[in-house]
C-alpha cells in the first residue's frame, strides 16, 4: 500500500515569504534526499536502467517491496525488515505523492524546525515517520501490501505545528465552496484535516490506496511530542508569519 498524501484542502501557510527567509537546512536537506531517491528510482519511469512497460512494472514492486513497509515480513526477525520503517520515509510510489508531502514539508516543515533546532528536527522526522509506519503495520500485521512515503513523518510536522503554533494564518480551498480561498488559524485547518483522515481511515479497505491511519498516527506523535518538549510555558502563541505588505499587524 502506497501512503499517499491526500492533499484534501489544498492548504498553504499564507505567508511563503517567512518561510524562505527561515533557516531550515534539514527540511530542504529531507526534500532533496527524496527528490533524488525518488528520480533514480524506478516510480519516476526516467531511469532507463528499470526498463519500461511490464519491466517497469515488475521493478516498482521489487522496488517497493525491498525498501518498503510490509507488515508481514516486519516481525519476522529479519534485520532487513525492521530497517524499512525509516528507508521507507525516502521512497515515494509517483510524482503526485512525491509532490504532496515535499510541498507540505516544506510549507510546515521549515519553521518547525526553527522552533526544535535542526538535530532534533531531524531526529523527529525520522523518528515520528518510522513510528507512524510501525503503528500502522502492528494495525495490518497480516498485509503483504508494501508500504511507502513520508506521510507520516509530514502528518508528525502537521501536529507539532499545530501546537506550536496554533494561531498561524492558513489558506484553504475548499472544494465544496468552488475552491474560494479563505484564511483559517492552524487551529481550525488542521484539526478538520485529522477529521478527514479518521473519517477515510473508516472506510479504507483492503485494496491498495492511502494508509491513513499512517497519517493519524504520525499526527498524534508529533503534537505529543511538541507538548512534551516544549509545554505550555514556551508555546508560541501568535502567528509568526509577517502580515503581506501594506497591511499592518494587529
Known sequence: MISNWSVTLGSMVEAVRAVRRTSAP???ALIVLCCLVFLAGPASGLNPAYGSGEELLLAQQAYFRRWGVI??????????AALTPATALFVHGSWVHLLGNMLFLYVFGAMTEERMGRVHFALFHVGCGSLALLGYAVANAGSEQSLVGASGAVS????AFLYLFPRARVTSL??????????FPAWVVLPFWVALQWLAAGRAGQGPGVAYLAHLVGFGLGFLYAWARF????RVRAAPAPAPEGENQP
Open 231 to 234: 509545554g505550555w510555558a514556551t
Open 156 to 159: 508528525a510536522v502537521l501536529g
Open 174 to 183: 475548499l472544494p465544496f465552496l468552488f475552491f474560494l480561498p479563505l484564511r
Open 71 to 80: 507488515p508481514a515480513e516486519l516481525f519476522d526477525g529479519s534485520p532487513r
Open 26 to 28: 534539514v527540511t530542504y
